[in-house]
T-cell receptor
Framework: DTGVSQNPRHKITKRGQNVTFRCDPI?????LYWYRQTLGQGPEFLTY????????KSRLLSDRFSAERPKGSFSTLEIQRTEQGDSAMYLC?????????????FGNGTRLTVT | ELKVEQNPLFLSMQEGKNYTIYCNYS?????LYWYRQDPGKSLESLFV?????AVKQEGRLMASLDTKARLSTLHITAAVHDLSATYFC????????????FGAGTRLTVKP
């Protein structure tokens, strides 16, 4: 088990471009989460999946954001028409299905810079 | 809306000293987590607290949970430089959804 893997580690894009990030969770984890973290803040919840089903989306997740987990394994997070305010660290995490004592296991994140 | 508040947000300590970080939350929950984050790195789970009165200890860190007061503490004993990091508490708001909300973090610096 290599933990949660995220790609790319860094992404620099121009305003208005689309970007896509990938997350590979721990293989036996059914739950997959996306969070966003800005400098000096704690992670903010964006959305989560139970297997392939997206069960909740934060109101922070505007229409420009979409996440998928088509086969219940890896997930992608796409941001369309990026804005400078989208610059942040995007964290993926996975866990076993609740109820569980297991914490979230985080990947190293994708740092997005929109110029 | 659930609010998770940590204090202090910044903490500078001398090596060998003791200190406590506080985490208050605004809704009923008996599942609270502490994470550590080093600069440029992801979050590492430290403690999982699952019931009122729960106490967990690992090395120089001890975490406790008082669900009635909606308060968790992270106590640091005889701080060492390696403990310098940002510490986050997170509250799980639902048994079903496992929707975890994080505090803003406490940035700890331990000076020699």
């Amino acid at each position: 088990d290599t933990g949660v893997s995220q790609n790319p580690r860094h992404k620099i894009t121009k305003r208005g471009q689309n970007v896509t990030f990938r997350c590979d969770p721990i293989s036996e984890h059914n739950r997959l989460y996306w969070y966003r973290q800005t400098l000096g803040q704690g992670p903010e919840f964006l959305t989560y999946f139970q297997n392939e089903a997206q069960l909740e989306k934060s109101r922070l997740l505007s229409d420009r954001f979409s996440a998928e987990r088509p086969k219940g394994s890896f997930s992608t997070l796409e941001i369309q028409r990026t804005e400078q305010g989208d610059s942040a660290m995007y964290l993926c995490a996975s866990s076993l299905t609740p109820p569980t004592n297991s914490p979230l296991h985080f990947g190293n994140g994708t740092r997005l810079t929109v110029t | 809306e659930l609010k998770v508040e940590q204090n202090p947000l910044f903490l500078s300590m001398q090596e060998g000293k003791n200190y406590t970080i506080y985490c208050n939350y605004s809704t009923t929950s008996d599942r609270l987590y502490w994470y550590r984050q080093d600069p440029g790195k992801s979050l590492e789970s430290l403690f999982v607290l699952l019931s009122n009165g729960a106490v967990k200890q690992e090395g120089r860190l001890m975490a406790s949970l008082d669900t009635k007061a909606r308060l968790s503490t992270l106590h640091i004993t005889a701080a060492v430089h390696d403990l310098s990091a940002t510490y986050f508490c997170a509250v799980d708001t639902s048994y079903n959804n496992n929707d975890m909300r994080f505090g803003a973090g406490t940035r700890l610096t331990v000076k020699p």
